[in-house]
């Protein structure tokens, strides 16, 4: 049965900001969703309201124990006016799979859906048209009962907030610089790594303001063991390509968050004959390959970041450059068509978009 939305217009709709200067989440729209779950009664009360502060006991567990999750998704507009999402499943799966970790109810991903399109759809002006801008999407569960004792919440609040934006990093598409981090770790095996969860970002800050300090734009994190494999950048998967073999470290150990993007740029990517394997890969190997002249390129992917390549490394001092700090001809062919597909200008052969 379909989710029983109510909803309710604001009556002093928001001033548009001016699209050419986006950035990103740092604009919200006029509406958001809001639904409420109470053990023995499960999701209730599904509602779109006017973007507004919410209250919350000071007592509210998310507040000292963290158990919350977050997504993040994006809509586009078309050429011809039409709004379409990208593969909005594939992020309702693995918010029940964060769900699971963090020991929060799960969600009915019909439902969800619903909710995201009808959000989107109130605020369907909010969609930014100029190139490269989108309208973000970042669904979110707190637990909010008044109870300090550590222990699964009974209650909690399914909120989904939007943000018209534009790119991740102030460079857009340029290559970025990335700060190879051994010292702090991001996940461990058996921890919190393949979720998506507030605490997994907290904990990287420190290593981001490390490399921000030194003139990097992103950490990139080893392995919680041997601080010798690559996981991630934190906002982003990693691809590095060796000797026209592209590689980007597994999901296997479960340190690493399930991206969406990255998860279609390997489809691409084997569609068009290229071979991509997903396994360990070390800082060593990098080096070890550019010293011989085969570290191709690399780039990060995400929703958020999209395609960004890589233009340098920074190991500890040691530090090596990617293509001439250039984008490379791998990033770019995935960036036109992975955001080709999204903004409708390229077909979309796998059936990834979803229209609202
Ligand atoms: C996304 O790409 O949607 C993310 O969630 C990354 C984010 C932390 C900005």
């Avoid at 989904?160 to 857009?172: E, H, K, Q, T």
Wanted: hydrophobic share 40%; net charge negative; proline share 5%.
């Amino acid at each position: 049965m379909a989710l029983n939305i109510k909803i309710e217009k604001t009556t002093a709709p928001k001033a548009k900001p001016d699209w050419s200067k986006l950035g990103f989440g740092k604009i919200f729209t006029d509406h958001m969703f809001i639904m409420d779950y109470t053990e023995g009664q499960g999701w209730h009360d599904a509602r779109i309201v006017p973007y507004q502060k919410i209250a919350l006991e000071p007592s509210a567990m998310v507040f000292h124990y963290a158990q919350e999750m977050f997504e993040g998704l994006k809509a586009y507009k078309t050429a011809d006016g039409q709004v379409q999402l990208f593969r909005p499943q594939k992020n309702i799966e693995r918010m029940n799979n964060t769900n699971k970790r963090m020991c929060i109810p799960q969600v009915d991903p019909d439902d969800v859906l619903q909710a995201i399109k009808a959000v989107v759809d109130v605020d369907r002006d909010w969609i930014p048209e100029a190139e490269g801008t989108s309208l973000y999407i970042r669904p979110f569960i707190i637990a909010v009962d008044p109870f300090l004792g550590v222990h699964v919440a009974k209650q909690y609040m399914f909120m989904i907030i939007l943000s018209p934006v534009g790119s991740y990093y102030p460079d857009g598409i340029n290559p970025v610089k990335i700060f190879v981090e051994t010292e702090y770790v991001r996940a461990v095996k058996g921890g919190t790594g393949y979720a998506k969860v507030g605490g997994n970002y907290a904990a990287s800050l420190i290593g981001q303001e490390k490399a921000e300090k030194l003139g990097y734009a992103q950490v990139l994190w080893l392995d919680g063991i041997e601080h010798k494999y690559i996981d991630e950048v934190g906002a982003m998967n990693v691809f590095f390509v060796i000797d026209g073999e592209i590689i980007t470290p597994s999901l296997e150990d479960g340190n690493i968050l399930p991206g969406v993007t990255r998860a279609s740029c390997i489809e691409l990517l084997r569609s068009w004959g290229y071979k991509v394997t997903e396994r360990k890969v070390s800082v060593a190997e990098l080096y070890d390959a550019h010293a011989a002249g085969k570290l191709n390129e690399g780039f990060g992917t995400g929703t958020a970041a999209v395609i960004s390549p890589i233009g340098e490394l920074n190991d500890d001092g040691n530090k090596i450059i990617l293509n001439d700090g250039k984008i490379g001809p791998i990033s770019q062919k995935l960036y036109d068509n992975l955001t080709g597909i999204q903004w409708g200008r390229v077909a979309d052969p796998f059936g990834w978009v979803e229209k609202v």
